[in-house]
């Protein structure tokens, strides 16, 4: 079956800078990632998704890419702001249901 | 539209004790699913169904049961509640069409959160 890993588990970034957080998976019939963020006590919410016809999608400050020959999908938040600090999941979607990565924390420091 | 209601939003359980946690959704969507989220940890699945019907294990479904008899319902039954069970459960649904023809996008219930004591 699919296997989501996600790196890294916690991340602190100053405020205005940017944020990486990278997702590999293990099954290349997988064809849709979306990101989920968690705020605290929450419950998970689309933020960002791609499908494996893309190799980019852009909202606002926030930016998916995916490289399908290497299996691994990227969340870039560009001028972080306070907001942004929360759980981000990220997943893959192939024949089976959604696999979600561990998370990672992000912390986004003032 | 509610989207997703999940009921208890807090229990605390004896050990041995069973209980059931309500799950319904108001938008059709097809698929069901039950997640149990520990501290400090990701999203692990424990049962989902694709339709009134049909239900299948996930990746931790040991301690758990489930039944979908109607498209709107999707109970998680606990049965001889154990410490290791202490987590936040998420239901959640999605309308996912044949696979490899677009998204499945999760709406997920507010959460609720077990304690077994």
């Known amino acids: 079956g699919e296997n989501v890993e996600q790196h890294p588990s916690t991340l602190s970034v100053q405020e205005g800078d940017s944020a990486v957080i990278k997702c590999t998976y293990s099954d290349s019939a997988s064809n849709y990632f979306p990101w989920y963020k968690q705020e605290l006590g929450k419950r998970p919410q689309l933020i960002i998704d791609i499908r494996s016809n893309v190799g980019e999608k852009k909202d606002q400050r926030i930016a998916v890419t995916l490289n399908k020959t290497a299996k691994h999908f990227s969340l870039h938040i560009t001028e972080t702001q306070p907001e942004d600090s929360a759980v981000y999941f990220c997943a893959a979607l192939g024949n089976t249901p959604l696999v979600f990565g561990k998370g990672t924390r992000l912390s986004v420091i003032a | ?117």
Not at chain 2, 13 to 28: F, H, P, R, Y
Not at chain 2, 33 to 46: E, S, V
Not at chain 2, 57 to 78: A, C, H, I, M
């Open chain 2, 1 to 117: 539209n509610a989207g997703v209601t999940q009921t208890p939003k807090f229990r605390i359980l004896k050990i041995g004790q069973s209980m059931t946690l309500q799950c319904t959704q108001d938008m059709n969507h097809n698929y069901m699913y039950w997640y149990r989220q520990d501290p400090g940890m990701g999203l692990k699945l424990i049962y989902y169904s694709v339709g009134a019907g049909i239900t299948d294990k996930g990746e931790v479904p040991n301690g758990y049961n489930v039944s979908r008899s109607t498209t709107e319902d999707f109970p998680l039954r606990l049965e001889l509640a154990a410490p290791s069970q202490t987590s936040v459960y998420f239901c959640a649904s999605s309308y996912l069409k044949p696979p490899g023809s677009g998204a499945n996008v999760l709406t997920f219930g507010a959460g609720s959160r077990l304690t077994v004591l």
